[in-house]
């Protein structure tokens, strides 16, 4: 069995939210799950070509690598115990083809999409942790489409994964961006 999650993203005019989950058998009510606002001064990366969505992929990409580092160490909310996913395969789900096929070739030569695969790279490496990303449609992706346009409703607020930018121990991904 692999443990699966979804992420999605949205750009328009200056609004960027990204969102993702942890899909438990249960259902949505039962997953940890994030939602994560981008501005200017947080993800100048994605302005650089005027709009956001211009780097609709990236952006996507980066709602994935996000699931990684936020979900790679899970606490067992029942159990009070810590268990590492890496015991088990990763498999993401996304709306974007493109990111499927670069991650499964890991290989692209489009900036900043290529920042991302690095960091995912080199955190799946340091994780041990294979990750298997396939593309689903858009219309099964619902719940992190909601996340992603800040709609929470869904999921379970205690089981909320904070997202903070600066304590996401990057590892290559800050000095590529710079």
Same mark, same amino acid.
């Given at each position: ?48 070509s005027?709009? *956001?969505?211009r780097?609709?992929?990236? /952006? ?42 670069a ?16 960091e &995912? ?9 294979? /990750? ?5 449609p ?12 800040? &709609?929470?409703?869904?999921?379970? *607020? ?6 903070? /930018? ?9 000095? /590529?961006?710079?």
């Amino acid at each position: 069995a692999s443990l699966e999650f979804r992420a999605d993203a949205k750009a328009e005019g200056d609004c960027v939210a990204l969102g993702g989950w942890l899909c438990h058998p249960d259902g949505p009510s039962a997953s940890p799950w994030y939602k994560l606002r981008l501005d200017r001064k947080s993800a100048p990366w994605a302005f650089r070509s005027g709009e *956001p969505f211009r780097t609709i992929a990236s /952006l996507e990409l980066f709602a994935t690598l996000l699931c990684i580092k936020a979900f790679g160490v899970q606490s067992d909310v029942h159990s009070g115990t810590v268990c590492t996913l890496s015991a088990q395969p990763l498999k993401g789900l996304t709306d974007n083809k493109g990111n499927a096929h670069a991650v499964a070739k890991m290989l692209t030569t489009k900036f900043p999409l290529c920042a991302f695969l690095m960091e &995912i790279a080199a955190t799946l490496e340091k994780i041990r942790m294979p /990750l298997s990303l396939y593309w689903i449609p858009r219309e099964q992706n619902v719940e992190a489409d909601e996340l992603s346009n800040e &709609i929470s409703h869904r999921f379970d *607020p205690k089981l909320e994964v904070k997202v903070d /930018l600066s304590n996401m121990g990057f590892l290559v991904l800050d000095d /590529l961006l710079d």
